[in-house]
């Protein structure tokens, strides 16, 4: 069974903490995404990899940044949590050459930010 | 830029009656792919389906049908006899052809009761 699977479900930090949000998929995906998920605004795109060590902003990158040291995982980092990214974060994964357009979701994680 | 608008927050339901989720959306582009994904209360984002902009034949998998009408950028989805396990979050989204960037609706909240 193919999978995503993001480290914590649920995490709760101090404002300023420095915060990693670890993503991995067993898929061999070349693409990895993530966004951030809140009520009314839908899914938007922080970050995007289309290969190890490659990266790409997406809409809203302020805040974050993000590693891909190894294909299978991709990380989230807030350098300085604060309280406007409390969010559901969500991590995908996409073939590049498949060309299904499919994106394989894990199941988030729901950060709180006091 | 793209834009896609879910107008419908919450749709609540009797089982086996039928439910439609409004989409529409807005683009520049001239080819595009438009999705609809499933989110169960487990979190997981799960694809749906994808159409091709270029594509306009409605498509039905089981229970599951999609109108998609280019003339009113519209791409609507119907659940026929719908069930419990129905109960979701159901986002519509639109990528350019060229681009890896999928935009998000808001989502729209279906409960179905017993």
């Known amino acids: 069974d193919v999978k995503v699977t993001q480290s914590s479900r649920y995490l709760v930090k101090r404002t300023g903490e420095k915060v990693f949000l670890e993503c991995v998929q067993d898929?061999?995906?070349?693409?990895m995404f993530w966004y951030r998920q809140d009520p009314g605004l839908g899914l938007r795109l922080i970050y995007f990899s289309y290969d190890v060590k490659m990266k790409e902003k997406g809409d809203i990158p302020e805040g974050y940044s993000v590693s891909r040291e190894k294909k299978e995982r991709f990380s989230l980092i807030l350098e300085s949590a604060s309280t406007n990214q409390t969010s559901m974060y969500l991590c995908?994964?996409?073939?590049?050459?498949?060309?299904?357009?499919?994106?394989?979701f894990g199941e988030g994680s729901r950060l709180t930010v006091l | 830029a793209q834009k896609v608008t879910q107008a419908q927050t919450e749709i609540s339901v009797v089982e086996k009656e039928d439910v439609t989720l409004d989409c529409v959306y807005e683009t520049r582009d001239t080819t595009y792919y438009l999705f609809w994904y499933k989110q169960p209360p487990s979190g997981e984002l799960v694809f749906l389906i994808r159409?091709?902009?270029?594509?306009?034949q409605n498509e039905i998998s089981g229970r599951y049908s999609w109108n998609f009408q280019k003339s009113t950028s519209s791409f609507n989805f119907t659940i026929t006899a719908s069930q419990v396990v129905d109960s979701a979050v159901y986002f519509c989204a639109l990528q350019p052809t060229n681009d890896y960037k999928l935009s998000f609706g808001a989502g729209t909240t279906v409960t179905v009761r017993a």
């Open positions: 159409r091709n902009s270029f594509d306009e």
């Open positions: 995908a994964s996409e073939s590049g050459t498949a060309n299904t357009g499919e994106l394989f």
């Open positions: 898929m061999d995906h070349e693409n």
